[in-house]
């Protein structure tokens, strides 16, 4: 057996208390499935016990819930973890990580701002990526977010991005004299 057979073998055997399901893509992709309850101490075995270098995490929105992507190098292995958890809508919530460990401030704060999955004990849950005068409760990368952030969302996201002073109603062409729309 190599030594990358054997070391996943071990982190297999860690971790099978804490996840729901493990599974090789390929000899070098893993992905584990947490449980939000037991996220944390997942993420701290593999980063301390087989010294995982978190090279960043990601977020999806499936139709229940939100999962973050947390994406372990161990380099000597040519090996990427995946350690995957969620949180269930409509207010998805899981502990973060950025408590252990400063890079993953960053990151965790761009999924909440994009994805809306709240991050407990974050140290630093200011936003990130979003205007400070965004609509509360609409997440642009989210499924729902042309049904909950409409048009005025969208007109916003719009201005935002190209600078333009435009008012939301402008834009939209809703402004008394704005005329129709093309």
Request: charged share 30%; proline share 8%; hydrophobic share 40%.
């Given at each position: 057996?190599?030594?990358?057979e054997?070391?996943l073998r071990?982190?297999?055997?860690?971790?099978?208390?804490?996840?729901?399901?493990?599974?090789?893509?390929n000899?070098?992709?893993?992905?584990?499935?947490?449980?939000?309850?037991?996220?944390?101490?997942?993420n701290?075995?593999l980063y301390?016990?087989?010294?995982?270098?978190?090279?960043?995490?990601?977020?999806?929105?499936?139709?229940?819930?939100?999962?973050?992507?947390?994406?372990y190098?161990?380099?000597?292995l040519?090996?990427?973890?995946?350690?995957?958890t969620?949180?269930?809508k409509?207010?998805?919530?899981?502990?973060?990580?950025?408590?252990?460990?400063?890079?993953?401030?960053?990151?965790?704060?761009?999924?909440?701002?994009?994805?809306?999955?709240?991050?407990?004990?974050?140290?630093?849950?200011?936003?990130?990526?979003?205007?400070?005068?965004?609509?509360?409760?609409?997440?642009?990368?989210?499924?729902?977010?042309?049904?909950?952030?409409?048009?005025?969302?969208?007109?916003?996201?719009?201005?935002?991005?190209?600078?333009?002073?435009?008012?939301?109603?402008?834009?939209?062409?809703?402004?008394?004299?704005?005329?129709?729309?093309?």
């Open positions: 057996m190599g030594e990358r054997e070391v071990q982190l297999e055997a860690r971790l099978r208390g804490l996840c729901v399901r493990f599974w090789r893509r000899p070098k992709r893993v992905y584990v499935d947490v449980p939000p309850e037991h996220s944390l101490a997942a701290c075995i301390e016990e087989f010294r995982g270098r978190l090279a960043t995490a990601s977020g999806r929105d499936t139709r229940d819930r939100i999962e973050v992507l947390y994406h190098c161990l380099d000597a040519n090996l990427v973890v995946t350690l995957r969620w949180g269930d409509p207010e998805p919530e899981v502990e973060s990580v950025a408590q252990l460990f400063p890079g993953a401030n960053f990151i965790e704060r761009e999924i909440h701002d994009l994805l809306g999955i709240r991050f407990r004990h974050h140290p630093d849950p200011r936003r990130l990526i979003l205007a400070d005068d965004w609509p509360a409760g609409v997440y642009p990368l989210r499924r729902d977010y042309p049904a909950r952030g409409g048009e005025a969302a969208r007109a916003r996201l719009v201005a935002l991005l190209t600078g333009s002073p435009q008012p939301v109603a402008a834009a939209l062409g809703t402004a008394p004299g704005a005329g129709a729309r093309t």
